[in-house]
């Protein structure tokens, strides 16, 4: 079992940037696909970014991709969410997920990490 603790949210200013962190626990990530999400009131859980096991292929919807970086330190056993260029409507709770290798859905989610961007 792997425990994942977001960090990092906060308010911030249409065009800011943040850096979320997800500490994990329990076992080490390197056998492990990241993810991203982020799900605000009243909507659906949105995909945001992953990052692979096996090394450093990442992936982003398209609105995003230009904006957002997802990285991994697997002797810090941390993944990191680099967000730029944020936009109100990205006000969310983001939500760190891994996934084991093999696994076809994420497995394991942390509790996220408030962002509110404010106009």
């Known amino acids: 079992q792997v425990q994942l603790v977001e960090s990092g949210g906060g308010l911030v200013q249409a065009g800011d940037s943040l850096r979320l962190s997800c500490a994990a626990s329990?076992?080490?990530?390197?056998?492990?696909?990241m993810g991203w999400f982020r799900q605000a009131p009243g909507k659906e859980r949105e995909y945001v970014a992953a990052i692979l096991w096996s090394g450093g292929n990442t992936y982003y919807p398209d609105s995003m991709k230009d904006r957002f970086t997802i990285s991994r330190d697997n002797r810090k056993n941390t993944v990191f969410l680099q967000m730029t260029s944020l936009k109100p409507e990205e006000t969310a709770v983001y939500y760190c997920?891994?996934?084991?290798?093999?696994?076809?859905?994420?497995?394991?989610w942390g509790q996220g990490t408030q962002v509110t961007v404010s106009s």
């Open positions: 997920a891994a996934r084991f290798r093999g696994r076809d859905e994420y497995e394991f």
């Open positions: 329990g076992d080490s990530l390197n056998m492990y696909t």
